[in-house]
Every structure is written in structure tokens, then in C-alpha cells.
């Protein structure tokens, strides 16, 4: 069985950091394209950040323009792990934010802003900026 389940969420101040981690069963993490996905109450699904990663080529990554520079994909495919290391924190990032699979078969360059199906998402992990 697939399943995702992220962690590491909680509340933070403007300016703080978080770590998410999303740890990956049922698959092979280095044989997909890994995508970081936030909703935000009262609006839709906002793609974040994708991740190629695999021991047959070099990782590359993809970021959503308001969070260049302030957060970091990563993959530790050993351990079946997606990471989203988050820094400089704002109110606007609050959502409840969710790791997912992209479905085989999206070439990398059509990975930048997709967001999948959520039969392809975790429960999700809430992160919450507030003074």
C-alpha cells in the first residue's frame, strides 16, 4: 500500500523555521518526481516545490517564486523521506501543507506549478505563522 505521511508542522512566528519531513512506504521514492503542495483555508491546492532525485541523475529542483530562496526541497531516498526545510517564515505561508506523488509518466518539465490528484497526497501537516 502507498502511503505518505508528513510531519513536522506547528506554529511559528514571522521570521521562524520549520522542517517538514515526509516519509514515503509502498514505492520506490528515487523512481518519482516528489512535489511539496499548501492549501490555505478558504482557498485552493498551491503547487510548491518538486524534486527529481535518484542515484541515475544529477537532482533538480523546481520552486513556486514566493518561496525561492527561503525554502529547500530535498530527498533522502534511503530513508524514504522527502524533506521541506523552511526559513524566513511569513503569515502568508500558513496553510496545511501536503507531500505527493507525481504520477509516472509527467516528463520533469512538466512538473513545475502541477499539482496532482489528491488520491496522490498525505493527510497533510499544519503550518501556521502568527504573531
Known amino acids: 500500500e502507498v502511503q505518505l505521511v508528513e510531519s513536522g508542522g506547528g506554529i511559528v512566528q514571522p521570521g521562524g523555521s520549520l522542517r517538514l519531513s515526509c516519509k514515503s512506504s509502498?514505492?520506490?521514492?528515487?523512481?518519482?518526481?516528489m512535489t511539496w503542495v499548501r492549501q490555505a483555508p478558504g482557498k485552493g491546492p498551491e503547487w510548491v516545490s518538486v524534486?527529481?532525485?535518484?542515484?541515475?541523475?544529477?537532482?533538480?529542483?523546481y520552486y513556486l517564486d514566493a518561496v525561492k530562496g527561503r525554502f529547500t526541497i530535498s530527498s533522502d531516498n534511503a530513508k524514504n523521506t522527502v524533506y521541506l526545510e523552511m526559513t524566513g517564515l511569513q503569515v502568508q505561508d500558513t496553510a496545511l501543507y501536503y507531500c505527493?506523488?507525481?504520477?509516472?509518466?509527467?516528463?520533469?518539465?512538466?512538473?513545475?506549478?502541477?499539482?496532482?490528484?489528491?488520491?496522490?497526497w498525505g493527510q497533510g501537516t499544519q503550518v501556521t505563522v502568527s504573531s
Open positions: 505527493a506523488r507525481v504520477p509516472v509518466g509527467r516528463r520533469w518539465f512538466q512538473t513545475k506549478g502541477f499539482v496532482p490528484t489528491r488520491a496522490y
Open positions: 509502498g514505492f520506490r521514492l528515487s523512481t518519482h518526481y
Open positions: 524534486i527529481s532525485s535518484g542515484s541515475d541523475r544529477v537532482t533538480d529542483v
